[in-house]
């Protein structure tokens, strides 16, 4: 594990190091440049709060193809019978702020906090970080958020107050854009996501897919 210093935006090549467990390196800052050089290197942060920066690139790298995606018949329903409506990039920082504010189900705690959102908005603002919300009634009910690389959507991190509000969010998102997204980065595994059909693949696959995309 190498040791990130605040004042040189660099990682190590992840295609050339590949520790156990996928963690890369540690330290460094959360800033716009360190945080964008990262994700286009297939490298993204995740850690406890109040500890040090950690930097992960897992080898196999959980993701999922748009045209295999899964939809069960309840899912399907619920689209149909128009249960929410979708929207994108209408309230990111809100969406990051849910996120932040509900532990994923096999994590304790949250990840997110105030100095990682504040960079993400900034990314946002420069049209590389995006948002999709799920309204019911007009309120926001789930959402989720990554960052675009090219043909690649990273994801990051998602919510529901009501339930199936994301899982309908992230069917309608792949849905609209899956003749323009190649891959969708899932990053860790999770039931949830497999259940849509997102599977593992190598991380080699996975940065060979992300360097092409970084060059078109």
């Known amino acids: 594990m190498v040791l990130l210093q605040k004042d040189r935006i660099s990682f190590p090549d992840p295609s050339h190091y590949n520790p156990p467990g996928g963690l890369l390196a540690y330290g460094g800052d959360l800033s716009v440049e360190r945080i964008r050089l990262a994700y286009q290197n297939g490298i993204f942060p995740w850690y406890n709060p109040g500890e040090e920066i950690?930097?992960?690139?897992?080898?196999?790298?959980?993701?999922?193809?748009?045209?295999?995606?899964?939809?069960s018949k309840s899912m399907r329903k619920i689209l149909r019978d128009g249960l929410f409506t979708f929207s994108e990039n209408k309230c990111f920082r809100e969406v990051m702020g849910h996120c932040m504010k509900t532990p994923r189900g096999d994590q304790d705690g949250t990840?997110?906090?105030?100095?990682l959102i504040e960079t993400f908005v900034k990314l946002h603002e420069e049209g590389l970080a995006k948002s999709v919300e799920v309204w019911q009634n007009e309120k926001l009910v789930g959402g989720f958020y990554g960052?675009?690389?090219?043909n690649v959507f990273c994801g990051e991190s998602m919510f529901s107050t009501v339930?199936?509000?994301?899982?309908?969010g992230?069917?309608?998102f792949v849905f609209r854009h899956r003749d323009l997204i190649e891959l969708i980065d899932c990053q860790i595994h999770s039931d949830h996501l497999e259940s849509l059909g997102a599977r593992m693949i190598s991380k080699k696959e996975y940065l060979r897919i992300l360097k092409r995309n970084n060059e078109s």
């Open 163 to 168: 339930s199936n509000a994301s899982k309908a």
């Open 111 to 115: 990840w997110l906090n105030e100095e």
């Open 147 to 150: 960052i675009q690389i090219g």
């Open 54 to 71: 950690l930097w992960w690139c897992p080898d196999p790298r959980f993701v999922l193809y748009p045209d295999e995606l899964k939809v």
């Open 170 to 172: 992230f069917i309608d």
